[in-house]
């Protein structure tokens, strides 16, 4: 039976369940925030160990000003309401992306979350703010290239090395990704850090995807036949 370690998850949806409510796009954001602490909590009682959840990609600032403008003021209003509780429970809090591009506000509450959680050794709960996965590869590729001209590293390098340069180093790979509301695309998410992934997509836009859901998702990992590349012997 597979063990999923580190569960990914693109929390897609919130604004097309926000309209089927007859509610505004940013309404689906609260709601999806709030999720954020169901679904962690319930994969911290599945064991997970790492829960990367993709909360804004450096594709989402093309939305409209306001919108976005919203969704960089959730941080606040999430870890007001949940930080505590968090800590208590033992959660680590990491924030990876390119950080300095969003508001000095947001940043600092980022920041802040990350600094009070840094001695908790329960669940790694990671949130992907201002984040793609080319960049991140290409920035991970200047920084090693980088190393190299000033003497730091050579060219006969393995992939586990240039692990290091990625945003998720330290982390182990993806195990399951998840992405909800029923697209079936990747969109520019960890594309290094699941390569040997197992994939589900399901129809539950995020903030109606349960504890429920997570666990008949677990359920169907867990009977995976994982070969990463191999044969399996009969």
């Known amino acids: 039976m597979n063990k999923c370690r580190h569960l990914a998850i693109i929390m897609d949806g919130n604004g097309r369940w926000a309209k089927a409510q007859g509610k505004p796009r940013t309404a689906g954001h609260l709601a999806g925030a709030d999720n954020v602490r169901t679904i962690a909590i319930a994969a911290d009682q599945a064991g997970v160990e790492y829960l990367t959840m993709y909360a804004f990609s450096t594709e989402n600032w093309k939305r409209a000003a306001d919108e976005v403008n919203y969704i960089m003021k959730l941080p606040a209003v999430f870890f007001k309401k949940y930080m505590q509780e968090f800590i208590d429970r033992g959660f680590r809090m990491w924030i990876i992306g390119e950080l300095d591009a969003l508001p000095a506000a947001t940043r600092d509450v980022l920041m802040d979350a990350m600094e009070k959680s840094k001695t908790n050794t329960g669940l790694n709960l990671i949130i992907c703010m201002n984040y793609g996965s080319q960049r991140e590869i290409l920035l991970a590729a200047k920084a090693y290239a980088k190393d190299v001209l000033e003497g730091k590293a050579d060219l006969d390098i393995t992939e586990e090395q240039f692990e290091d340069y990625l945003m998720t180093k330290g982390f182990p790979p993806v195990d399951l990704l998840i992405r909800t509301s029923g697209e079936l695309r990747i969109s520019n998410y960890l594309l290094w850090q699941i390569a040997y992934a197992e994939l589900e997509f ?18 169907e990992y867990q009977n995976r036949d994982r070969r990463f590349g191999g044969v399996k012997n009969v």
């Open 202 to 219: 399901v129809p539950e836009a995020w903030p109606e995807f349960t504890p429920e859901v997570l666990n008949r998702c677990l359920e």
